[in-house]
């Protein structure tokens, strides 16, 4: 998946595709980001205001103008392994009737926390049961 920097991807659609082409109908769906500048939400889909909030909030807590050791990567690397390690690298949603069971306005999310786009894996399993 590629991002386009920093911001929140929905992914639901290409996580949904996945479950309907396995043919789970009960289960459950592990989705899990292989990156530590990255992360993953379960969040509001209907008002775009909420991604602008959340996006503010977290530069709030893990600024670049903050004193970092780990500078390496640029200044943005590490406020986004700090953002990384507030939020999740891993979601498990219910499969309910062949479909993931999120509820009206919730919407699955690549949190890309880097400022340049980005290449990032995830990895797609399903249980059924």
């Known amino acids: 998946?590629?991002?386009?920097?920093?911001?929140?991807?929905?992914?639901?659609?290409?996580?949904?595709?996945?479950?309907?082409?396995?043919?789970?109908?009960?289960?459950?769906?592990?989705?899990?980001?292989q990156h530590t500048s990255a992360s993953l939400i379960i969040q509001e889909n209907a008002?775009?205001?909420?991604?602008r909030d959340l996006l503010r909030f977290?530069?709030?807590?893990?600024?670049?103008?903050?004193?970092?050791?780990?500078?390496d990567e640029g200044p943005d690397d590490m406020p986004a392994h700090a953002k990384a390690v507030l939020t999740r690298t891993s979601e498990i949603?219910?499969?309910?009737?062949?479909?993931l069971g999120l509820g009206t306005w919730q919407a699955l999310y690549l949190f890309e926390?880097?400022?340049a786009?980005?290449?990032?894996?995830?990895v797609i399993t399903l249980s059924d049961g």
Request: glycine letters at 8%.
């Open 58 to 71: 977290f530069d709030d807590l893990a600024p670049e103008a903050r004193a970092w050791e780990h500078t």
């Open 47 to 51: 008002d775009p205001s909420v991604q």
């Open 93 to 99: 949603v219910p499969v309910i009737a062949g479909r």
């Open 1 to 33: 998946m590629e991002s386009k920097g920093r911001g929140l991807i929905n992914i639901t659609r290409s996580v949904e595709a996945v479950v309907t082409r396995s043919g789970v109908t009960q289960g459950l769906c592990h989705v899990f980001v």
């Open 117 to 122: 786009p980005h290449r990032r894996r995830l």
């Open 113 to 115: 926390h880097r400022r």
